[in-house]
């Protein structure tokens, strides 16, 4: 099977409506699920990039504010924020 790649502009709250079920997205074993948060000039730039590869995961550390990935069996999230004072926001 073939990775694909779902690319969600999101307003508060969406990313969560949309994945959670019943009535959201289906998944199977193995999902990386993810999102960055990037400055306007640079969304184009990072929807061309893999997060899943060394050379995206790089070129997107540079330009996003705040990053999260959910564990692969979807019980944890880890979020990163460039601004300490964003990511004690986000606790």
Known sequence: ????????????????RIVSCPGGIRW??????????VPEADVGTAVRLSPCEPEGALALQ???RLAWAGHRDLFELFV???DEQLLN???
């Open 62 to 64: 540079s330009m996003a």
């Open 28 to 37: 199977g074993a193995d999902l990386r699920l993810g999102g960055v948060q």
């Open 80 to 82: 990163w924020a460039r």
């Open 1 to 16: 099977m073939r990775a694909g790649r779902l690319v969600i502009e999101a307003t508060p709250g969406q990313s969560g």
């Open 89 to 91: 926001a986000l606790a």
